[in-house]
């Protein structure tokens, strides 16, 4: 039969279980809390990264081969711009042009004009160097190469509040995942305006600026300088923080092109900051595929 003190020593081990299932609920209440906070800022912050490439297990996806050795080392050009490779993220298979060429000095004034011609009409483009020149030399050397020909544009947006009225194309693949297996330097734009507004951004957030329509930018992960090959193509002025080079204009016959393929509807996807079903965002309804980039006039 157990004494006094045996029967105190259990009790007291009882409550200290009971108080550690206690401290252990009451943290997982904390992080459930933390959690759907986070998810409840993101859903706020509306269009805070709304144009990104995806990343990680899109080489199986797409037909192109696994990284084999997952410490090779990543490449940089050695010009000012230091585009750099991704091993672990390569380019589709058929697309893999090497690092653009990266001159001393970079080109930094005048234009370069590429139209592309797709299946639903020409989209004329001019890259400005002025605006961004590692940008518009990257954008020129894959276009040289044929990177884009025969590549679809993959995503169509039409998001009411804030804006955002885009066609993303740049990735073979078609899945928002693929890139030309190097990344470019970002040029974040200087030009735009502050998106009307009358409350200030959520912490931690940056104020949207105006992307207007017949903007040509740079599509990104997320992260710094992560630019790559996809791109978007403003149909409609849009608000977005201003973290994606700006790097040319859109002709009005590219806009008119650009109207009838956002009037041809899209097919509901999902939306990247909440995760819900969404009839704003998701592939053309009117497939785009980049039939092939001509590289036409340079001016200096």
Do not use: W
């Not at 081969?65 to 010009?79: D, F, L, Q, R």
């Not at 590429?114 to 605006?131: F, H, Q, S, V, W």
């Not at 957030?205 to 992307?211: F, I, K, W």
């Amino acid at each position: 039969m157990p004494s006094n003190e045996q029967r105190r020593q259990a009790a007291k081990r009882k409550l200290e279980r009971q108080l550690a299932r206690r401290a252990e609920r009451a943290k997982r209440r904390r992080t459930m809390i933390a959690t759907i906070t986070v998810v409840a800022i993101l859903v706020i912050g509306g269009g805070i990264a709304l144009i990104v490439t995806t990343r990680g297990g899109s080489s199986q996806a797409s037909g192109t081969s696994p990284t084999t050795t997952a410490s090779a080392p990543a490449k940089t050009s050695g010009g000012p711009c230091k585009y750099t490779s991704t091993p672990s993220q390569p380019a589709p298979k058929g697309k893999n042009e090497g690092l653009p060429n990266d001159p001393n000095p970079t080109p930094k004034a005048g234009t370069v004009s590429i139209t592309l011609k797709t299946n639903d009409g020409d989209i004329p483009l001019t890259l400005d160097r002025a605006e961004a020149p590692c940008t518009v030399q990257s954008f020129e050397y894959l276009a040289q190469k044929t990177y884009f020909n025969n590549t679809p544009c993959h995503r169509l947006t039409d998001y009411v509040t804030p804006p955002l009225k885009v066609l993303q194309c740049g990735d073979p693949t078609g899945t928002g995942s693929g890139g030309p297996g190097f990344t470019i330097p970002d040029e974040k734009p200087k030009n735009l305006k502050p998106a009307p507004t009358t409350a200030p951004p959520a912490q931690g957030q940056e104020a949207s600026d105006v992307y207007p329509a017949g903007t040509l930018a740079m599509a990104n992960t997320g992260q710094p300088n992560s630019g790559g090959s996809q791109f978007f193509l403003v149909y409609g002025d849009s608000q977005l923080p201003p973290d994606y080079t700006v790097f040319g204009t859109i002709s009005a016959d590219g806009l008119t092109t650009l109207n009838k393929i956002a009037a041809g509807g899209i097919t509901p996807g999902t939306d990247p900051s909440s995760g819900a079903p969404t009839t704003t965002d998701g592939k053309p309804k009117m497939a785009v595929t980049i039939q092939q980039a001509v590289i036409g006039s340079a001016s200096s």
